[in-house]
């Protein structure tokens, strides 16, 4: 076939295309119908789910972006902060974790599952007294039902009284007793 004869094809189908008993359905904004067996749109999980779903499979990215898109579909809620801050808790990113559970925790003071996470940062960073705290707080609210609250708790505590009675490092100072009740405190070389 010469260039020409494409040519000719290729303007008769545009014609053929714009003749009367020939046009193409009017699907407006909804877009073409979905293929038989295909959920709606409206059918569809948000991304809270999808994010849960992705957290469950170790995607944790992705459940990020996915808390993202549902932050912006639906606001920014208590469950949308605290998704946010367990994804960056399971990134490595506690800075960003503490931020997002804290903020959830600002909108809602008894929210459980931000209470515990943000305990467990708290607890990666070594600040176990205060990990201590949100994790009773946690304990407290859930009635003990969950196990895994149970045992974080359990470790914040162990650990905040290794802290408090653990034998005291050398500070180079020393302490010696003058009489009754009298102490002299002695820098040691």
């Known amino acids: 076939m010469s260039h020409a ?18 046009r193409t359905p009017d699907w407006g904004m909804a877009g073409p119908p979905l293929p038989a067996g295909t959920e709606r749109i409206a059918d569809a ?15 944790y990215e992705l459940a990020l972006r996915a808390y993202y898109r549902s932050a ?16 960056n808790l399971r990134l490595g990113r506690l800075g960003q974790s503490e931020q997002m559970l804290r903020r959830a925790l600002e909108q809602d003071e008894t929210f ?37 609250i149970r045992e974080n708790l359990r470790r914040a505590i162990a650990n905040s009284a290794q802290r408090r009675y653990a034998e005291p490092e050398d500070s180079g100072f020393s302490l010696v007793r003058r009489g009754a009740g009298q102490y002299l405190l002695l820098s040691t070389p």
């Open 5 to 22: 004869h494409v040519f000719l094809l290729a303007i008769f189908m545009v014609l053929w295309g714009c003749s009367p008993g020939t």
């Open 45 to 59: 999980p948000d991304g809270l789910e999808v994010g849960h779903r992705l957290m469950a499979a170790g995607e």
């Open 72 to 87: 912006a579909d639906d606001g920014i809620s208590v469950d949308v902060l605290s998704a946010v801050g367990s994804a």
């Open 112 to 148: 459980v599952p931000a209470l515990n996470n943000l305990g467990v940062v708290l607890a990666e960073q070594g600040r176990w007294a205060e990990a201590e705290h949100y994790f009773r707080a946690a304990f407290a609210l859930d009635s003990g039902r969950s196990d895994d």
